[in-house]
């Protein structure tokens, strides 16, 4: 290695160096560092935030990276003691607890990108194994076995998919020959489900006659001789587009074989479904062997051989059509001059070309194969989905490396403008916005503005302005156009500066891609681009007797296709590309990505590491655009306000920098203040460590007050009986009703007095106290919304724990009655009313009156939400008739009167827009559009969503503990000065 006097550090220190960025910025030095990790097994490094993989090339072994010590180092990153070192499962671990823990985007997306065989599936293999693991560590036992199943199948259909994508390449044994994204819903921190978004399949590797699709080759060698009867094969048989068959990888295929088998099982295939997939990979092997001739002035399929004469004979047997149907289909173009579905105006013109007949012929074995792939990859989606809601995501993208072979085509550069377009997104998200954040605040010097994006941006709009446009009008032009003289002109019309990007040499063009010169043969170009498929398929195939045919053509035209026949009707292949590309890039802009770049370091042929192409790569994935900015300490950027909401405990208020100090200087020492904590202009720095600290510290004050809660709704729960018998009481005496057929009837049948004391463990008694009492009892203390609350009524209902409890009960309700009963005598059913008011709908809500009319069904979900666990034989409609007439046909207030002052009381406290069309009629009301449901209580109006009752105002953010099956509902009744600020905001 190059030593220098001026290198700070020794190669004997390399060995703490985890981090590119701690590096001087000398790419000899970079190289040498890597590499000699490498060396000692260490294939993944730092670079800032970014995370860089070296394929260990049979260098090293590996296996010891990914077992369970390693899985349990990143478990729980959250841990104080977690020291974030490289690792592929440190970037999952991250991507999981931002999700988990809120921070950032719902939707966070792991990126995996560099060449073609550096290693990103393998990675994208492990981050899904670690989550995997992660989610069974997270969920309850109740839930583990949920949760395993759909790992399970999650991971069954990343198999399945790959073995209908992968093939082997120059490069690669099994090169991935699509894009993917696996996302991962989260629903409550746990998995619940997923789908895999497949794109840019190279759907023309099935018919190139080079290495096809694995699928192929595993049936060919994973099924018995018996097997392959059924559809007209044989292993010893040749099919042209499955080439040479290597038979080296004969056990290979074996074993595979077995493990896509599984995997449709496991993903629900049935047996007609799983037969169907392979008779029609049967057929288009078949159709691939038909082979034409010139026959005078007309093209016709040919019987003089014996192989193409095979291979119409079970092409017609497959797909259930005629021998006449299939030669119409791949030797005639079907001429409609009016509309497709008017017979006697459209005639067929023969094709007179073998190589036109050849083409037909291949464009509908492609589009079959996508259609199937498509069908497959639905089924699949729709097993994994289990269509249930999911709010947060994480997914895991592999898109397919750079490529540059000796010989590249339209695939190659459908590959390569992927890459490229993935590429000029990082540069301009994760370099360029990073270093004008870092320059705005200072932390790094201002210079003049960065040239490398303005070269990615002119180098796209060379290939999609100037390359593809003019290749997508030459193939819709109606005149056939020479190749050639097309690429010419585009080439000679560029400006001066944009000509470095694209030029032509020889017949063919060549593109200056970011990672280097590739060359690009124009042979097949605009028909490849073309990719027309016949319009006739669908007539011709849905005469199909085969219904699994048919209905793979129907699913072609309602879903799959729905793009080619909406706004990009006749695009190309390179319009399609571009529209996916678009749309994916608009998708990740809503996500936090986190960054993996994949490297390979080879050896040249005399053993020595070949320094150049390893340089070459690193400087094509932004590793030397990176590094300077890698030298920023402080991956956590939180702007002043997100800091305040996140950790502060008081309610919003206006927010300066100076609040933000104090709250860390509360959590954080000194020390640490100073060298980890960076205070810029809009922004606050925060390293790792300090960052997980000031996470542990508000998960620690979260659960502390979710406990309290938790006590607090226990304890009152026993008060809530209390109060029914304390009504049924009430009811009884002035009914002269006994009071447990009372009981029974209000609770349900096999509800006794016994019950009541059970669950009335802690001997509580109820007594009725006058207000001034009220203020002074210091048993109200837990009972806040008592004693906050400014309408109450000069009686309220305490509770307390004393040893004697029948007695108390009976005595206390007595006493206070005949107090009443005396002053007020003919007067009680107000007096009722009044108790009824006071306790009843202030406090607890739960109690309502029939006449806060709830639909049925939003009766019963209430009920059933708030009192299932009290009160389960509960039905509306009847429990609550009691109190009901209690106050209905009792009451001698003028019901209009009442009705005018609850809604003045009403509208008083009506502030919400989201609920401003109350039923006026009614007390309560549901908000189709938000799903609230909205309870006017005497003068006190709740709403209900997502399993919280507020008062007054709408839960304003989630709150997790708050809406677990396990928390409180009813936490509106806890005073402010002990609710957490989540639930401060909430209510
Ligand atoms: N960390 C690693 N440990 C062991 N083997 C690895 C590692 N990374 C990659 N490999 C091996 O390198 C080979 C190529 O990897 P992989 O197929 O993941 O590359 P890729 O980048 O996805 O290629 P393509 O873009 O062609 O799909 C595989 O055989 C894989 O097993």
């Given at each position: 290695m190059p030593a220098t006097e001026e290198q700070p550090i020794s190669q004997a220190g390399w060995d703490f160096i985890t981090d590119l960025g701690t590096l001087p910025e000398d790419e000899n030095i970079i190289i040498d560092f890597l590499l000699q990790r490498l060396q000692r097994g260490q294939i993944y490094t730092w670079v800032g935030s970014l995370l860089l993989t070296l394929n260990p090339n049979n260098e090293v072994s590996t296996s010891h990276l990914y077992n369970s010590s390693e899985f349990n180092k990143h478990i729980d990153i959250s841990h104080t003691t977690y020291e974030a070192n490289p690792h592929i499962f440190a970037v999952a671990a991250k991507a999981h607890y931002n999700l988990i823990k809120e921070h950032g985007q719902n939707a966070q997306v792991i990126v995996i990108s560099g060449e073609t065989g550096t290693g990103k599936t393998f990675n994208a293999c492990k981050c899904l194994e670690f989550l995997s693991n992660i989610n069974k560590w997270s969920v309850q036992l109740s839930q583990g076995d949920c949760a395993h199943n759909i790992m399970l199948r999650i991971t069954d259909a990343c198999r399945l998919i790959s073995t209908f994508t992968t093939?082997?390449?120059?490069?690669?044994?099994?090169?991935?020959?699509?894009?993917?994204?696996?996302?991962?819903?989260?629903?409550?921190?746990?998995?619940?489900?997923?789908?895999?978004?497949?794109?840019?399949?190279?759907?023309?590797?099935?018919?190139?006659?080079?290495?096809?699709?694995?699928?192929?080759?595993?049936?060919?060698?994973?099924?018995?001789?018996?097997?392959?009867?059924?559809?007209?094969?044989?292993?010893?048989?040749?099919?042209?587009?499955?080439?040479?068959?290597?038979?080296?990888?004969?056990?290979?295929?074996?074993?595979?074989?077995?493990?896509?088998?599984?995997?449709?099982?496991?993903?629900?295939?049935?047996?007609?479904?799983?037969?169907?997939?392979?008779?029609?990979?049967?057929?288009?092997?078949?159709?691939?062997?038909?082979?034409?001739?010139?026959?005078?002035?007309?093209?016709?399929?040919?019987?003089?051989?014996?192989?193409?004469?095979?291979?119409?004979?079970?092409?017609?047997?497959?797909?259930?059509?005629?021998?006449?149907?299939?030669?119409?289909?791949?030797?005639?173009?079907?001429?409609?001059?009016?509309?497709?579905w008017r017979k006697h105006t459209s005639y067929h013109r023969h094709l007179v070309s073998v190589d036109a007949c050849r083409n037909r012929l291949h464009s509908i074995i492609r589009y079959m194969y996508d259609l199937l792939f498509h069908w497959i990859l639905n089924h699949a989606n729709k097993t994994l989905s289990l269509k249930q809601q999911y709010s947060q995501w994480l997914g895991i993208l592999d898109i397919f490396g750079f490529e540059s072979f000796t010989k590249n085509g339209i695939e190659q550069l459908c590959v390569n403008y992927a890459n490229e377009k993935m590429q000029q997104y990082f540069i301009e998200t994760c370099v360029e916005n990073n270093r004008n954040e870092l320059q705005e605040e200072g932390f790094i010097k201002i210079c003049n503005p960065s040239h490398t994006i303005n070269l990615y941006k002119e180098r796209l709009n060379v290939i999609e302005e100037n390359l593809f446009l003019t290749l997508n009008d030459a193939c819709q032009s109606p005149v056939v156009i020479d190749i050639l003289t097309i690429i010419q002109s585009v080439c000679k019309n560029l400006h001066n500066a944009q000509k470095k990007f694209l030029s032509e040499k020889e017949g063919n063009f060549i593109i200056e891609h970011y990672s280097g010169p590739v060359t690009y043969s124009i042979e097949d170009l605009l028909s490849k681009n073309t990719d027309k498929v016949p319009n006739e398929i669908s007539l011709i195939f849905s005469t199909s007797k085969n219904k699994f045919l048919r209905s793979l053509i129907n699913f072609g035209e309602e879903q799959y296709l729905h793009i080619v026949k909406g706004s990009i009707t006749k695009k190309t292949m390179l319009a399609k590309l571009k529209y996916n590309m678009d749309t994916l890039i608009k998708e990740l802009r809503k996500c936090d990505l986190h960054y993996v770049r994949c490297v390979k370091p080879n050896r040249s042929i005399n053993n020595e590491w070949d320094r150049k192409n390893f340089q070459k790569q690193l400087a094509c994935i932004g590793i030397f655009d990176a590094l300077p900015l890698a030298k920023c300490k402080y991956p956590i950027r939180l702007r002043h306000q997100d800091f305040y909401v996140r950790y502060s405990r008081k309610p919003m208020e206006m927010i300066d920098l100076d609040k933000c100090k104090l709250i860390l200087e509360s959590i954080v020492s000194k020390k640490d203040l100073q060298t980890q904590v960076h205070f810029g202009k809009q922004l606050i720095f925060l390293t790792e460590p300090i960052f997980l600290k000031l996470e542990s510290y508000r998960r620690n004050y979260r659960i502390k007050y979710a406990n309290k809660i938790k006590t607090f709704w226990i304890k009152h729960s026993k008060y809530n009986i209390l109060h029914i018998l304390f009504c049924s009481f009430l009811k009884i005496l002035f009914t002269g009703r006994k009071i447990i057929p009372a009981i029974s009837k209000y609770l349900g049948t096999n509800f006794s007095i016994q019950n009541i004391y059970n669950i009335n463990k802690d001997n509580t008694t109820v007594k009725i106290m006058l207000e001034s009492e009220l203020k002074t009892s210091n048993s109200l203390e837990e009972a806040p919304v008592a004693q906050n609350n400014k309408e109450t009524s000069h009686l309220n209902l305490v509770m307390e724990n004393k040893e004697n409890k029948n007695k108390n009960i009976n005595k206390s309700l007595n006493e206070?009655?005949?107090?009443?009963?005396?002053?007020?005598?003919?007067?009680?059913?107000?007096?009722?009313?009044?108790?009824?008011?006071?306790?009843?709908?202030?406090?607890?809500?739960?109690?309502?009156?029939?006449?806060?009319?709830?639909?049925?069904?939003?009766?019963?979900?209430?009920?059933?939400?708030?009192?299932?666990?009290?009160?389960?034989?509960?039905?509306?409609?009847?429990?609550?008739?009691?109190?009901?007439?209690?106050?209905?046909?009792?009451?001698?207030?003028?019901?209009?009167?009442?009705?005018?002052?609850?809604?003045?009381?009403?509208?008083?406290?009506?502030?919400?827009?989201?609920?401003?069309?109350?039923n006026e009629k009614g007390y309560s009301m549901y908000c189709e559009k938000d799903k609230i449901v909205t309870i006017e209580i005497d003068s006190c109006l709740l709403f209900y969503k997502n399993r919280i009752l507020s008062r007054r105002q709408l839960a304003a953010i989630p709150i997790r503990m708050h809406t677990r099956a396990t928390c409180l509902i009813n936490s509106h009744i806890l005073p402010r000065s002990v609710l957490p600020q989540g639930l401060q905001d909430c209510l």
């Open positions: 093939a082997c390449t120059e490069k690669n044994e099994i090169s991935s020959r699509h894009g993917q994204l696996v996302k991962l819903h989260y629903k409550s921190g746990i998995i619940s489900g997923a789908t895999i978004n497949s794109f840019l399949l190279e759907r023309n590797r099935v018919t190139r006659g080079s290495s096809n699709f694995q699928i192929f080759y595993q049936m060919i060698f994973g099924m018995s001789p018996t097997e392959l009867e059924i559809f007209n094969l044989s292993k010893d048989k040749y099919y042209d587009i499955l080439n040479v068959i290597d038979c080296n990888k004969k056990k290979y295929f074996q074993e595979s074989f077995q493990d896509t088998l599984n995997a449709l099982d496991i993903l629900d295939f049935k047996s007609d479904q799983k037969k169907n997939i392979f008779q029609v990979l049967a057929l288009l092997i078949h159709m691939g062997n038909i082979k034409f001739r010139e026959d005078g002035e007309i093209c016709a399929i040919d019987f003089s051989n014996n192989k193409s004469k095979e291979a119409l004979k079970s092409t017609c047997i497959l797909s259930s059509l005629t021998e006449d149907t299939i030669m119409e289909l791949l030797t005639t173009i079907l001429i409609n001059p009016q509309s497709t206070t009655y005949s107090e009443y009963k005396n002053e007020n005598k003919n007067n009680w059913p107000k007096m009722l009313n009044i108790f009824g008011k006071v306790y009843v709908l202030k406090n607890w809500p739960k109690i309502i009156n029939l006449r806060y009319q709830l639909s049925d069904i939003q009766t019963k979900t209430y009920l059933k939400t708030i009192n299932s666990d009290y009160f389960p034989k509960l039905e509306h409609g009847k429990d609550f008739h009691m109190y009901n007439d209690m106050i209905d046909d009792n009451c001698n207030d003028n019901n209009n009167n009442l009705l005018k002052q609850r809604l003045a009381l009403h509208s008083s406290l009506m502030n919400i827009d989201s609920v401003k069309n109350i």
